[in-house]
Antibody
Framework: QVQLVQSAGEVKKPGASVKVSCKTS????????ISWVRQAPGQGLEWTGW????????NYAQTLQGRVTITADTSTNTAYMELTSLTSDDTAVYYC??????????????WGQGTLVTVSS | DIQMTQSPSTLSASVGDRVTITCRASQSISFWLAWYQQKPGKAPKLIYKTSRLESGVPSRFSGRGSGTEFTLTISNLQPDDCATYYC?????????FGGGTKVEIK
């Protein structure tokens, strides 16, 4: 069965960086993209970016451009999201989600369990 | 960016009722819309995409719409349907979500 298992929660100080992992199994890694979606406490969902695990092509939310980097390791079927220059506004649960690569098919059909990133001094 | 507006933000209904959630896009997104169900402390779950119900989702859920206006209807509301529902457009980047509709049982 398809599974996306994320790394454990992190507590970071303002200005630091965080890197969250998403290990996948149960399907062919390079036939689907991976997206990252975050959810601040008590708030809605915000897409942060996407990677084609086949080509390495990426697309990021403009609000995070320059601070977010998404990568994929095809040898371990794992995707990563790194966010730099953290502020308290980045406190959120970060989800990875499998994303079909067909033309226009940028929805999220399987999700990881979420990783809480807390930014606090 | 395409803005997605959901209404209502909260909905309270009785078991067995028919409830409808509306999602409006700030410009046409054709049929490129998905709906997710999220229960407290859990990841969202895809329930509907591109005019199709996901496998395993009860048939009391149905979706309609195209262009800028979409609806998700739950007929015969059940206690297990208590959750927050989000729409998401995937017509163009950046991918955007509606603000969510919390469905409660009276």
């Amino acid at each position: 069965q398809v599974q996306l298992v994320q790394s454990a929660g992190e507590v970071k100080k303002p200005g630091a960086s965080v890197k969250v992992s998403c290990k996948t199994s149960g399907y062919s890694f390079t036939t689907f993209g991976i997206s990252w979606v975050r959810q601040a406490p008590g708030q809605g969902l915000e897409w942060t970016g996407w990677i084609s695990t086949d080509t390495g092509n990426t697309n990021y939310a403009q609000t995070l451009q320059g601070r977010v980097t998404i990568t994929a390791d095809t040898s371990t079927n794992t995707a990563y999201m790194e966010l730099t220059s953290l502020t308290s506004d980045d406190t959120a649960v970060y989800y990875c989600a499998r994303t079909p690569v067909g033309s226009g098919m940028r929805y999220f059909d399987y999700w990881g369990q979420g990783t809480l990133v807390t930014v606090s001094s | 960016d395409i803005q997605m507006t959901q209404s209502p933000s909260t909905l309270s209904a009785s078991v067995g009722d028919r409830v409808t959630i509306t999602c409006r896009a700030s410009q046409s997104i054709s049929f490129w819309l998905a709906w997710y169900q999220q229960k407290p402390g859990k990841a969202p779950k895809l329930i509907y995409k591109t005019s199709r119900l996901e496998s395993g989702v009860p048939s009391r859920f149905s979706g309609r719409g195209s262009g800028t206006e979409f609806t998700l209807t739950i007929s015969n509301l059940q206690p297990d349907d208590c959750a927050t529902y989000y729409c998401q457009q995937y017509n163009s980047y950046p991918l955007t979500f509606g603000g969510g509709t919390k469905v409660e049982i009276k």
